[in-house]
């Protein structure tokens, strides 16, 4: 790919990495400027995501205004900061199995929770102006996605989705503490889950940079969100779990429908995107599958397991079962919850299956 366009009105900019020189096409109202900019300004270091130090390429901010938003401590002892939590390898074929799933509404608990998300994706498309082409169907201009535009979503969403794990893994850590007794493995999944999310986050943030209404809604969006969790997992810890479930069916919607108009050629700014080194390093990508579709196949892959994970959880006694994701089952000729999505259940596994 030898040019990239970005709307310079925008408060938000996209990256993409050509090889030798790009070409930067700020595009106004009144028509086109084109610069052109020496390669010499956009070499990375492909070593590990601690020094990794990638440029902004793609821009509509001077070059000596693009600040790194977490740049490696300028420590000269220091090689590399190591994860926690290794993130299970998954196969390509294991990734394109993943497909949209819907756990039937049984009990008024779930009403409650699906309703809830309902609610939430009826305002957040109200309010982005996102609407889903039925096949056939034929949208007004307003409603085509964008890079920019997926963009947007994609990093909103992701700041949302780190919120519910910390929140039930540090309520449950807390229980633990004041009751004396033991947790049973749930806090280590929810934490990780967290994490899990944050680092969604993080790669996209190395692929492009939020605006001050960006950060806005997200400031307020986390005050409301983290404490209206809160509350409903002090009340409700299985309704949250299985809001959690509705809410990553509705995460494997979005990352489908943005792998399929990548792949319609809706995309184009996409197509020669590399993965950043970030994500390179921590979903363990080979090499010849690190573009943005693969990326996007990673993240989508991590959403229809925290589906998985959130309506298994939901199933289960709260308070006295055990974490089937941390369990050592007696016996392992039986199929039973992995931390991997080789054996992945789009709506959950039930509590009679696994115990
Ligand atoms: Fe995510
Ligand atoms: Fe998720």
New binding site residues.
Partial sequence: MSSVSVLSTSSFRTAARPSNYIHLVARSYSGLTVAKLGGSQFVHAHNSPFTYTPKRLISSTPQNQIKEFFPPPQTSGVKEVESAWAHPVYTESQMRNVAIAHREATDWADWVALGTVRMFRWGMDLVTVYKHAEPGEELAARYKMTEKKWMHRFIF??TV?GVPGMVGGMLRHLRSLRRMKRDNGWIETLLEEAF??RM?LLTFLKIAEPGWFMRLMVLGAQGVFFNGFFLSYLISPRICHRFVGYLEEE?VITYTRAIEELEAGKLPEWEALEAPQIAVQYWKMPEGNRTMKDLLMY?RA??AKHREVNHTLGNLQQAIDPNPYQTKYRDPTREHPSKGIENLRGTGWERKDIF
């Fill in positions: 969403l992701e989705a899990n999310e969604h995460a993240i991590d959403e």
